[in-house]
């Protein structure tokens, strides 16, 4: 039983009807994406020019040691022009691309970073991300050459037959013709648009061209956004590593959090116990000879309490790692957590087979806490737990027919367990309208 979520977010619709594409020619997005092809040609020229010039300069100079850092001031520069160009695509096409980072100098062979001009420059020439944007400041000048074309010719035709009715009296009182000529030749033939179906047709004409202008304008400006992500990006590997220094740093913090979890509870629970059972038998030891009922019942208190710690002890035990799930797998683990859940839980589980160990307990870690959370906050009367593959992937959803308004903020339990899956590249999706129902859906790969 999975929730679909399609690209316009659960139960929104796509914008497709004839209002909206009436609109569209006044909405202030079409106008940006229209200024953004207006300036690309400009920057463009000045990138086209900038980069040629500066890297055949520095290619022809190579024959000497100034080519090397004349090259490296050049592709500096064109990191300079991406980083405008990363703005610009930002504040009008609302595509927001990271800075790929300052190139790193490399370590020597003693271990440290390189340090220095020199190393700075050998960075710079290394690094594929220069060159990356010496390529886009060469192959966007074509393109921006194009989309400016397309988008002056679309723009002005559409505006300019829509509001023919309203300046053709240039025509008449300034030259000696009674409207726009659309052709003619040597011998006076021509056709002008100035009968009153000719402007009405005109004004269609125009209409027609208007409403095309969004869309082509959007296509242009989508491949403007295809060359800024994939060019002046930064590249799918350092991407990665950051992602995954990300991850790293998570499970680190979630790794620590769970210890001093650990150690509280100890501190609190079975030690505080344990001492204080210490206690008791040390003075119904002093009690044996003088007191032997009064001792004995000294230690019967002391059993009760001796049981007490190994339950507490248990259920530790079972919060780090449950042995029915080690033993027995997911579906039977997830029957005994829905088993001590305080709202009825129905429980289905269709898998093939065990995925990787870690994956079964980050699933079940994820169930207890949605549970919890249901126990807790929903006010539900039912809830469902659903676990089935798809593909390479282990997909988990929690349902409750609560009060709803779970989300994912900053300060909230979920934003942190969203934290822990995408650590493992998994998804948390979570679908809680006021009112309820509530469903979280949880991905997780199987290996």
Same mark, same amino acid.
């Given at each position: 039983?999975?929730?679909?979520y399609?690209?316009?977010?659960?139960?929104?619709a796509?914008?497709?009807?004839?209002?909206?594409?009436?609109?569209a020619?006044?909405?202030g997005?079409?106008w940006r994406?229209? &200024? =953004?092809l207006l300036?690309? /040609? *400009?920057? !463009?020229?000045?990138?086209? $020019?900038?980069?040629?010039?500066?890297? %055949?300069? @520095?290619?022809?100079?190579?024959?000497?040691f100034?080519?090397?850092?004349?090259?490296?001031?050049?592709?500096?520069?064109?990191?300079?022009?991406g980083?405008?160009?990363?703005?610009?695509?930002?504040?009008?096409?609302?595509?927001?691309?990271?800075d790929?980072?300052?190139?790193?100098?490399?370590?020597?062979?003693?271990?440290r970073?390189?340090?220095?001009?020199?190393?700075?420059v050998?960075?710079?020439?290394?690094?594929?991300?220069?060159?990356?944007h010496? &390529? =886009?400041?060469?192959l966007? /000048? *074509?393109? !921006?050459?194009?989309a400016f $074309?397309v988008g002056?010719?679309l723009? %002005?035709? @559409?505006?300019?037959?829509?509001?023919?009715?309203l300046?053709?009296?240039?025509f008449p009182?300034f030259?000696?013709?009674?409207?726009?000529?659309?052709?003619?030749?040597h011998?006076?033939?021509?056709?002008?648009?100035?009968?009153?179906?000719?402007?009405?047709?005109t004004c269609?004409?125009?209409a027609?061209?208007?409403?095309?202008t969004p869309?082509?304008?959007?296509?242009?400006t989508?491949?403007?956004?295809?060359?800024?992500?994939?060019?002046?990006?930064?590249?799918?590997?350092?991407?990665?590593v950051?992602?995954?220094?990300e991850?790293?740093?998570t499970?680190?913090?979630?790794a620590?959090?769970?210890?001093r979890?650990?150690?509280?509870d100890?501190h609190?629970g079975?030690?505080?116990?344990?001492?204080?059972?210490?206690?008791?038998?040390?003075l119904?030891?002093?009690?044996?000879e003088e007191?032997?009922?009064?001792a004995?019942?000294?230690v019967d208190?002391a059993?009760?309490?001796?049981?007490?710690?190994?339950?507490?002890?248990?259920?530790?035990?079972?919060g780090i790692?449950?042995?029915?799930?080690?033993?027995r797998?997911?579906?039977?683990?997830?029957?005994a957590l829905?088993?001590r859940?305080?709202?009825?839980?129905?429980?289905?589980?269709?898998?093939?087979?065990?995925p990787?160990?870690?994956?079964?307990?980050?699933?079940?870690?994820?169930?207890?806490e949605?549970?919890?959370?249901?126990?807790?906050?929903?006010?539900a009367?039912?809830?469902?737990?659903?676990?089935?593959r798809?593909?390479?992937?282990?997909m988990?959803?929690?349902?409750?027919?609560?009060?709803g308004?779970?989300?994912?903020?900053?300060?909230?339990?979920?934003?942190?367990?969203?934290e822990r899956?995408?650590a493992?590249d998994?998804?948390?999706?979570?679908?809680?309208p006021?009112?309820?129902?509530?469903?979280?859906?949880?991905?997780l790969?199987?290996?």
């Amino acid at each position: 039983m999975a929730t679909a979520y399609g690209p316009y977010g659960p139960g929104a619709a796509p914008h497709g009807s004839l209002g909206a594409a009436l609109r569209a020619p006044f909405q202030g997005r079409v106008w940006r994406e229209l &200024l =953004y092809l207006l300036i690309s /040609l *400009p920057m !463009a020229i000045v990138s086209f $020019v900038y980069t040629v010039t500066m890297i %055949s300069l @520095g290619v022809g100079l190579l024959i000497t040691f100034l080519g090397i850092p004349v090259l490296g001031v050049a592709l500096a520069g064109c990191r300079a022009l991406g980083y405008v160009e990363r703005a610009r695509a930002r504040g009008l096409l609302g595509l927001v691309v990271a800075d790929p980072g300052p190139p790193r100098p490399r370590n020597g062979k003693d271990g440290r970073r390189g340090t220095g001009p020199l190393a700075w420059v050998g960075a710079v020439l290394k690094s594929g991300t220069s060159w990356r944007h010496a &390529l =886009y400041a060469v192959l966007h /000048l *074509p393109w !921006a050459v194009f989309a400016f $074309v397309v988008g002056t010719v679309l723009f %002005s035709y @559409g505006w300019g037959f829509v509001t023919y009715p309203l300046w053709r009296w240039v025509f008449p009182a300034f030259t000696d013709q009674p409207g726009l000529q659309l052709w003619g030749d040597h011998d006076g033939n021509a056709f002008y648009l100035d009968t009153p179906l000719e402007i009405a047709a005109t004004c269609v004409v125009g209409a027609v061209v208007l409403l095309l202008t969004p869309p082509t304008v959007h296509g242009l400006t989508s491949v403007d956004r295809l060359m800024v992500a994939g060019l002046l990006g930064p590249s799918r590997l350092a991407s990665r590593v950051w992602e995954l220094e990300e991850d790293r740093g998570t499970v680190v913090d979630t790794a620590a959090a769970d210890l001093r979890r650990i150690e509280r509870d100890l501190h609190d629970g079975a030690q505080a116990r344990l001492v204080s059972l210490a206690m008791d038998l040390g003075l119904a030891k002093e009690k044996l000879e003088e007191d032997p009922e009064a001792a004995a019942r000294m230690v019967d208190e002391a059993h009760g309490e001796v049981k007490l710690a190994l339950q507490e002890l248990r259920d530790l035990a079972r919060g780090i790692h449950p042995a029915i799930l080690t033993d027995r797998g997911l579906g039977p683990a997830l029957s005994a957590l829905a088993a001590r859940c305080t709202v009825p839980v129905t429980v289905t589980v269709d898998l093939p087979h065990r995925p990787a160990p870690a994956i079964e307990g980050i699933a079940y870690f994820t169930v207890s806490e949605l549970l919890q959370n249901i126990s807790k906050h929903s006010a539900a009367r039912t809830a469902e737990v659903d676990v089935w593959r798809a593909a390479d992937r282990v997909m988990l959803q929690v349902t409750d027919d609560g009060r709803g308004g779970a989300h994912t903020s900053a300060d909230s339990g979920l934003a942190g367990l969203a934290e822990r899956l995408d650590a493992v590249d998994g998804i948390l999706v979570v679908h809680s309208p006021a009112g309820g129902p509530t469903a979280v859906t949880a991905e997780l790969p199987w290996r």
